[in-house]
Nanobody
Framework: QVQLVESGGGLVQAGGSLRPSCAAS????????MGWFRQGPGKEREFVAS????????YYADSVKGRFTISRDNGKNRVYLQMNSLKSEDTAVYYC???????????????WGQGTQVTVSS
């Protein structure tokens, strides 16, 4: 089992930045690819970004490419999502997830955190 706990969400004005993080415990963190997903009000959950076990490969949804950066620190068992130039449409609950492969498909991930709210005011 892997336990994931997100933190670092909050309220920010459009154009601002936030850096949510996700702390992992349980099985060795470096064994897992990590992903960030989000679910906005009235919307389906959608892929945001993923990173492989070493941090050497990252992948982004087109909607966040150039604005968001995913990274990980295997020594601290954490994954981060640096979010810059935030827009109102980025408002959502953000979830981190752990899986055996980095993917934009949510069913590829076996473990999920409880989510952290990000609200962008316009």
């Amino acid at each position: 089992q892997v336990q994931l706990v997100e933190s670092g969400g909050g309220l920010v004005q459009a154009g601002g930045s936030l850096r949510p993080s996700c702390a992992a415990s349980g099985r060795p963190f470096r064994n897992y690819a990590m992903g960030w997903f989000r679910q906005g009000p009235g919307k389906e959950r959608e892929f945001v970004a993923s990173i492989n076990w070493s941090g050497g490969a990252t992948y982004y949804a087109d909607s966040v490419k150039g604005r968001f950066t995913i990274s990980r620190d295997n020594g601290k068992n954490r994954v981060y999502l640096q979010m810059n130039s935030l827009k109102s449409e980025d408002t959502a609950v953000y979830y981190c997830a752990a899986g055996s492969v980095d993917s934009d498909y949510d069913r590829a991930y076996s473990y999920w955190g409880q989510g952290t709210q990000v609200t962008v005011s316009s």
